[in-house]
Each structure stands twice: as structure tokens, then as C-alpha cells.
């Protein structure tokens, strides 16, 4: 059959095959429906390092059947260590230790995003309700009312009476539900990587993800892929940044803005590769993620910047909540698009106004950031009232996760 007259039709196609896409995949999969994935790479893959799951992530992934099968590639953290990173003292911790398992069921996880992706593909693979494609990149998408046709580059048809798009920040069927334009700048870019462990800084933590701030500017660093490698990123505020320019948040501006930095925060820039930065994007929130078949899931719904660490267990949690919609009204596509939402996008507008909200408090001016460094100063590593909404979410905690944290145990 030639390309242009191929027509495949699907109970359920996902747009996109990432965290999100897979994720749902299997999800809906697990509860009796059948899926076609569709990832316009040719290769299922992830950009970028280091991830970080709190046990709302987690929670989802005990859910799709895959949180046995990440913890031998992941870092369990003992702490998540706040330091002022210009005078290099401490400003608070979290402990992530026996009390923040006791309460939120699951211990906090740090791995590597391909490590996750991987485990996703291979539960995804091992399920003969999910047909997985690769090099379909969409470049129409129909909404005929009670279905919708996709037609890829190729040439081939899809037709489909459930879509879920996974299609990320730039998702063109985000445009087709809702015309906000362009996704917004923070004017703030990231330089990001994982090295082999025994490059790693000499003050970095085995046991720890630690957070040095300063004003318009941040370093996180932690351990992944079992301790074998040292992800770090280095964040700032470009002070050349004009929309439509590529001449910002080049290395040189990186080396100037984190010069004045204590010496773990110096030398931790040595180790970054330069060939590559990462602007940072939102969006604003929105009420409707989906109309009449097709719906948004993970970054094309809420795109959030990075500070609170929820994009990765944001869309698996939304995977999650929309299978169980779908499942539970298997004849109303709309009233389950409805609940999805009505499940999900308060909950994700609150994640993506308080990630805005913190990196401000991160990148505080010197003055401020010294009376905001006295007041965390006074709380105790085991107080969880601010972490309560975020991490607490989930209805199946269990408390028989492997219980393996420290690097040198292993």
C-alpha cells in the first residue's frame, strides 16, 4: 500500500513518546485498553541528566509496575542540603531519611532521566497492548468531533477516538486546544551534564542533592545512574537576553555570573561542558486541557520551570489520573477528559505558580537573601509543612521499597 493512502486506526493514540507519553501508555495498558505510541525521533531518548522523584513520582511509578525495575540504577539522598553559594555556609536541610519515608511512604529518588525512560520503554515493549512507532512526526492533526485523524511526515494516516498529546513544551496540538502562543522565557538558562564520579568536586555530597543559591543564580548537584556518575547544573539570569537573540547565556556570561561563588561553587564549574545550554520556559497555566478527543498530558498541558523538581512527576502522576479516567468512563470519552481535569489542573496550576514563586525566593537579591537565610536557619531538617501538597500525593504508599541509600553500602 503506498504511504499516502496508509490509514491506521487506534482505540487510543499518545503523541509523543517521552516520560509522559510512555507512561500513559502503560497505564492505560495495565488497565485493559490498547495504545499506539507515536515518537517523531528516530529513537526513543531523553535529553538531559539528572531527575529527581519525590515520592508523588514515585507513587505513579509503583502504579505503571516499574519502581522495582528503576532501583538498582537509582540514588536514595539522605538529604536535600541548601548552601548559600557565595559564602558557603549552610542555610537549611530536608531530611530524606527514615522520618520522610515513614510519612510519605517512599523514599525521595534521584536517577538518571534515560535510566527512567528506559525502564518505561521496557514495561511499554513487554506489553502487547502497546504498539510503539518511531520517526512519526505529526504535521496535522483533525478534529472531526467524535475522533480525531493525525497525519504524520510520512505520509500516514491515524485515526483515533482517544488522543492524548505528550508532545512537550512546543506541542502543536497545545495550539489546536488553546492559542497562547509562544511558550515564555524566564530569561534565566541552564548548563547541565553528568560526569563520572571520580571527576566530581571534592566538596560534593555522596548522600546528598545539595542546592547552592545566590542572587540570579543556583548550582544543583547530586549522584546518579548508582553512583557511577555526578549530575550538576548550573542556572543564571542572562543579562543580555533579548527575545529573538541567540547571543545570551553564552559560557563566558556562566564563568562571570558564578566567579564570585565559594570555592566548591568554583570549582564545580570546571567540570561543565559548554557545547550545549538549556533556556528556561513556562507557561501560564491554563483552565482546559482537552477538547471533544484529544487532550494534553505532562509539558504540553503544564509546562513548569524547574525548582520545585516536579516536571517529571507531574506528567506521571497526570499518566496515572487519566487512565483511571478513561478506565472509569470507558464510553464517555468527554466526561473522562473532565475528570481528568478536574483532577489535575488545580493541582498543576498550584505545582507551576509555586515553582515560579521559589525560584524567585532562590535568587533573592544579597540583602534579602540574608534575612531569608536567618529565617530558614531557625527550622529543623524534619519539619515537612511545606512539602505536605507536593510530596503527599497518592492513595497506594508502600512501605517495603528497597531500603539501600548510601553509595558506599553498595
Not at 107 to 126: E, G, K, P, T
Request: charged share 25%; aromatic share 8%.
Amino acid at each position: 500500500m503506498h504511504p499516502l493512502t496508509d490509514r491506521v486506526r487506534a482505540p487510543v493514540l499518545v503523541l509523543g513518546g517521552g516520560i509522559g507519553g510512555l507512561a500513559f501508555a502503560l497505564a492505560l495498558a495495565r488497565r485493559g485498553g490498547r495504545v499506539r505510541v507515536l515518537e517523531k525521533a528516530a529513537r526513543f531518548g531523553e535529553i538531559g541528566a539528572g531527575l529527581q522523584l519525590a515520592p508523588n513520582a514515585s507513587w505513579a511509578l509503583d502504579d505503571l509496575g516499574v519502581l522495582d525495575a528503576i532501583a538498582p540504577l537509582a540514588v536514595f539522598p539522605q538529604r536535600i542540603l541548601w548552601m548559600d553559594a557565595l559564602s558557603g555556609e549552610e542555610v537549611t536541610s530536608l531530611d530524606l531519611g527514615p522520618p520522610f519515608r515513614e510519612r510519605y511512604g517512599y523514599r525521595y529518588i534521584v536517577m538518571h532521566r534515560s535510566d527512567l525512560l528506559d525502564a518505561l520503554l521496557a514495561a511499554c515493549r513487554a506489553h502487547d497492548a502497546i504498539a510503539l512507532e518511531t520517526s512519526k512526526e505529526v504535521v496535522a492533526l483533525e478534529d472531526r468531533g467524535d475522533s480525531a485523524c493525525i497525519t504524520c511526515t510520512d505520509g500516514t494516516l491515524y485515526d483515533a477516538p482517544v488522543v492524548v498529546a505528550a508532545d512537550g513544551l512546543w506541542s502543536p496540538a497545545r495550539q489546536a486546544i488553546v492559542d497562547d502562543g509562544d511558550p515564555i522565557c524566564s530569561e534565566y538558562v541552564a548548563y547541565r551534564g553528568a560526569i563520572p564520579i571520580g571527576e566530581m568536586s571534592r566538596h560534593a555530597g555522596l548522600d546528598n542533592v545539595m542546592l547552592w543559591t545566590g542572587p540570579e543564580m543556583h548550582l544543583v548537584q547530586y549522584p546518579v545512574r548508582r553512583g557511577e556518575l555526578y549530575n550538576q547544573v548550573a542556572v543564571f539570569r542572562s543579562r543580555r537576553y533579548r527575545a529573538g537573540s541567540d547571543d545570551w547565556g553564552t559560557p563566558d556570561e556562566l564563568d562571570a555570573r558564578f566567579a564570585a561563588g565559594a570555592e566548591p561553587v568554583r570549582d564545580a564549574l570546571t567540570k561543565f561542558r559548554r557545547n550545549r545550554r538549556w533556556p528556561m520556559y513556562d507557561r501560564l497555566p491554563i483552565a482546559r486541557w482537552s477538547r471533544n478527543r484529544i487532550a494534553l498530558l505532562g509539558d504540553a498541558a503544564h509546562p513548569m520551570l524547574q525548582y520545585l523538581a516536579q516536571g517529571a512527576a507531574q506528567a506521571l502522576e497526570d499518566a496515572v489520573v487519566l487512565a483511571q479516567a478513561l478506565t472509569s468512563h470507558r464510553d464517555d470519552v468527554p466526561a473522562a477528559f473532565a475528570a481528568y481535569e478536574a483532577e489535575r489542573v488545580p493541582r498543576t496550576t498550584r505545582v507551576q505558580t509555586t515553582a515560579r514563586a521559589w525560584g524567585d525566593y532562590w535568587h533573592l537579591p544579597l540583602e534579602r537573601a540574608a534575612q531569608r537565610n536567618r529565617e530558614l536557619g531557625t527550622r529543623s531538617p524534619g519539619d515537612y509543612g511545606e512539602t505536605d501538597w507536593l510530596y503527599a500525593y497518592g492513595r497506594r504508599p508502600r512501605a517495603d521499597f528497597p531500603s539501600t541509600a548510601r553509595i558506599e553500602d553498595r
